[in-house]
């Protein structure tokens, strides 16, 4: 029954589809070592299915709605595999989600005057998380805080967050900060200071709704707009 609902999902067939498409056309996915279903989401996935098979058996069509619970879970926690823009000087989105800010302003976590570009993700993007460049980590920072909208400004400042500070293989800073929402309450990263990144690779995940931020340096050209859509890895942000 989960799979006959699965499949009339728009979000949940375009993925399948892909997989499909890069199996048979030897497309090369970007760094992926985990499966289509993101592990963070196993225990979540695990639960759901077993409440709804529970109240199958005792109440029948009165399961319904919990199958539906376990079918929005499968969605949210979804995580196909990206191809990588060939271009070597290219700012690849570290999510999937919305474009919600372009503009100059002060990267506090380099200490500089930076080009951000901002991507929200609602519910139901994809919420693994994705390295932009090539680079090397110098830092990552890690900040409590609130749990305002992801969509607001005052996200960037106020809200619990986890900042990358990346020293890219052209030698340029990239600043990328995972920022928790008015939903998600954890943000999960798997890097830490000297790890090295390459383009694509997946390195965290946030879950319940949230926002990425990228600071680039002044010199940068952005490549998108606000209200774009955005996927991460296969998009480009900007070139620097």
């Given at each position: 029954?989960?799979?006959?609902?699965?499949?009339?999902?728009?979000?949940?067939?375009?993925?399948?589809?892909?997989?499909?498409?890069?199996?048979?056309?030897g497309v090369t996915l970007s760094n992926y070592p985990h499966p289509?279903?993101?592990?963070?989401?196993?225990?979540?996935?695990?639960?759901?299915?077993?409440?709804?098979?529970?109240?199958?058996?005792?109440?029948?069509?009165?399961?319904?709605?919990?199958?539906?619970?376990?079918?929005?879970?499968?969605?949210?926690?979804?995580?196909?595999?990206?191809?990588?823009?060939?271009?070597?000087?290219?700012?690849?989105?570290?999510?999937?989600?919305?474009?919600?800010?372009?503009?100059?302003?002060?990267?506090?976590?380099?200490?500089?005057?930076?080009?951000?570009?901002?991507?929200?993700?609602?519910?139901?993007?994809?919420?693994?998380?994705?390295?932009?460049?090539?680079?090397?980590?110098?830092?990552?920072?890690?900040?409590?805080?609130?749990?305002?909208?992801a969509d607001l400004d005052k996200a960037?400042?106020?809200?619990?967050?986890?900042?990358?500070?990346?020293?890219?293989?052209?030698?340029?800073?990239?600043?990328?900060?995972?920022?928790?929402?008015?939903?998600?309450?954890?943000?999960?990263?798997?890097?830490?200071?000297?790890?090295?990144?390459?383009?694509?690779?997946?390195?965290?995940?946030?879950?319940?709704?949230?926002?990425?931020?990228?600071?680039?340096?002044?010199?940068?050209?952005?490549?998108?707009?606000?209200?774009?859509?955005?996927?991460?890895?296969?998009?480009?942000?900007?070139?620097?």
């Amino acid at each position: 029954m989960l799979a006959a609902i699965a499949l009339r999902t728009p979000l949940l067939r375009r993925s399948v589809r892909a997989v499909l498409y890069e199996s048979i056309n030897g497309v090369t996915l970007s760094n992926y070592p985990h499966p289509i279903i993101a592990r963070e989401g196993w225990p979540f996935l695990a639960l759901s299915v077993a409440l709804a098979a529970l109240v199958t058996y005792f109440a029948g069509a009165w399961s319904t709605p919990f199958w539906i619970i376990a079918v929005f879970v499968l969605q949210f926690f979804r995580d196909p595999g990206r191809t990588i823009p060939l271009k070597e000087n290219a700012v690849l989105s570290p999510a999937d989600g919305r474009i919600v800010v372009v503009a100059k302003v002060q990267d506090p976590y380099a200490g500089r005057e930076a080009l951000k570009i901002s991507v929200f993700m609602n519910v139901f993007n994809v919420h693994s998380n994705r390295a932009p460049v090539d680079g090397k980590i110098e830092q990552v920072q890690y900040f409590p805080g609130k749990f305002v909208n992801a969509d607001l400004d005052k996200a960037s400042e106020e809200n619990e967050r986890n900042a990358l500070t990346i020293t890219a293989s052209n030698g340029q800073t990239v600043t990328c900060v995972q920022v928790a929402g008015l939903v998600a309450r954890r943000i999960l990263c798997y890097v830490k200071d000297g790890d090295s990144l390459t383009r694509g690779q997946r390195y965290g995940f946030i879950r319940f709704g949230s926002r990425v931020d990228v600071y680039l340096p002044l010199s940068a050209t952005p490549k998108v707009a606000v209200g774009d859509k955005v996927s991460a890895t296969e998009t480009i942000l900007a070139e620097f």
